[in-house]
Nanobody, 129 residues
Framework: QVQLAESGGGSVQAGGSLRLSCAAS????????MGWFRQAPGKEREGVAH????????DYADSVAGRFTLSQDNAKNTVYLQMNSLKPEDTAMYYC??????????????????????WGQGTQVTVSS
């Protein structure tokens, strides 16, 4: 019932930019986080950026901080990942994910503490040198 659809991936030269989109549907929870993850061939999946959709707080991996920006459009149920100054090491399959936030969760960085159990199919990003 819950569906996440990523788009915006493609091929770009180093230093270029891409904007990824994730459209959510069928997800009726009021408090949830959405995150972007990526996985390169032969490497483990890693979190890239997360956002509290109800408050707008964001978290970024050190490897992308200052280059990537996560934003949301609640009216469209869509989150965006603006990727600037892309590097070859950013090449990966990028996945959008979502998870609910319990009301009793009091940690500051909630979107890093929850489990993500809704996933999109992924969109490929390839950065050439």
């Amino acid at each position: 019932q819950v569906q996440l659809a990523e788009s915006g991936g493609g091929s770009v030269q180093a230093g270029g930019s891409l904007r990824l989109s994730c459209a959510a549907s069928g997800f009726t929870y009021r408090s949830y986080c959405m995150g972007w993850f990526r996985q390169a061939p032969g490497k483990e999946r890693e979190g890239v950026a997360h956002i509290e959709t109800y408050g707008g707080n964001t978290d970024y991996a050190d490897s992308v901080a200052g280059r990537f920006t996560l934003s949301q459009d609640n009216a469209k149920n869509t989150v965006y990942l603006q990727m600037n100054s892309l590097k070859p090491e950013d090449t990966a399959m990028y996945y959008c994910a979502a998870g609910t936030v319990p009301w009793y969760l009091t940690v500051a960085r909630k979107c890093l503490a929850i489990s993500y159990n809704y996933w999109g199919q992924g969109t490929q990003v390839t950065v050439s040198s």
